[in-house]
């Protein structure tokens, strides 16, 4: 109701003022305007998949096996049919390292360390390559190197990564480094697990840090379409970095833009009493 009264208020004093009074009136509200349409987001930005709706999209989970790094931490168990046979394989190097989870325990976990000269080694067996291996193709070769050995009958080595993690920075509720047992995670699931993107963050302007044969590549990601389903990076692997960039409301924030909105408004307020009161 009040808002009516000073809109009809606001045209009365319109109609009253001389035609040059007017104009200069009429310019100071449109800079007004436009000062607050400037200092307020899209909502538009603030969605996720905006862009079509009711489409069917495959997801490219192909080639989802990550491949075996330096300073990746591996567990090996070995199993037979002689489990004490076995046992002598599953004693571990006992190098240890820190995990951290999204509720912000930290836990100490042990095993194979992929050295620098891309192996691991193994009690009896020795020094064996990793690196550039997946997981199943490593297993084979241990099961290969303990039967041709004559070491174990029929053994099973069962190869699980302890340090498969992710990296949620920037603008997320909850910015942390995320260990995923699964060895499966998605770009979705990750952003959930650290609390998800802030009404400050670029939903169209995710940066994904990969590093591919040794190079780190950079990748932006868009999650305000639906695209996004379709793309070969909507599947995080280990160690990748998910960067959240701040959109503009926060730049103009953290830059002390707003503060400046009270003096603006002041200043405008000023200056239509004086128009009004001129004579």
């Known amino acids: 109701m009040k808002f009516h009264l000073g809109i009809k208020h606001f045209f009365k004093m319109y109609v009253i003022l001389k035609p040059e009074r007017r104009f200069l009136l009429f310019s100071l509200n449109t800079i007004f305007v436009l000062f607050f349409l400037v200092s307020c987001g899209s909502a538009k930005n603030a969605t996720y998949f905006n862009k079509d709706t009711n489409i069917a999209f495959t997801n490219r989970s192909e ?33 240890a390292a820190q995990s951290s989870t999204n509720a912000g325990n930290t836990t100490r976990v042990s095993g194979y360390l992929v050295g620098q000269d891309g ?4 009690p009896i067996l020795g020094k064996v390559e ?8 490593l297993s084979e070769e241990i099961t290969a190197l303990l039967v ?21 920075l920037g603008e997320v509720k909850n910015p942390s480094v995320l260990t995923i047992p699964s060895e499966k995670i998605s770009l979705l699931e990750a952003l959930g697990a650290a609390g998800d993107i802030t009404i400050f ?32 990076y909507y599947y995080l692997k280990s160690n990748d970095i998910i960067y959240v960039q701040p959109n503009s409301a926060k ?12 003096v603006v408004l002041s200043g405008i307020s000023l200056a239509i009493i ?3 009161n001129l004579k």
């Open 274 to 276: 004086a128009i009004v």
């Open 251 to 262: 730049v103009s924030s953290s830059t002390g833009f707003k503060d400046w909105i009270p």
């Open 130 to 137: 990793a690196v550039g291996k997946s997981k199943s193709v």
């Open 63 to 95: 080639n989802l096996e990550p491949i075996i790094q330096k300073n990746d931490l591996l567990s090996i168990i070995v199993s037979s049919i002689n489990p004490e046979a076995a046992e002598m394989f599953n004693v571990s190097n006992n190098v």
């Open 119 to 122: 192996s691991i080694r193994l």
């Open 148 to 168: 041709d050995r004559k070491l174990l009958l029929d053994p099973i080595v069962d190869i699980r990564y302890l340090n498969y993690k992710v990296s949620i």
């Open 201 to 232: 963050g670029r939903r169209d302007n995710i940066t994904l840090i990969r590093e591919e044969n040794g190079v780190k590549r950079m990748r932006i990601l868009d999650l305000t379409s639906n695209e996004i389903f379709s793309s070969p």
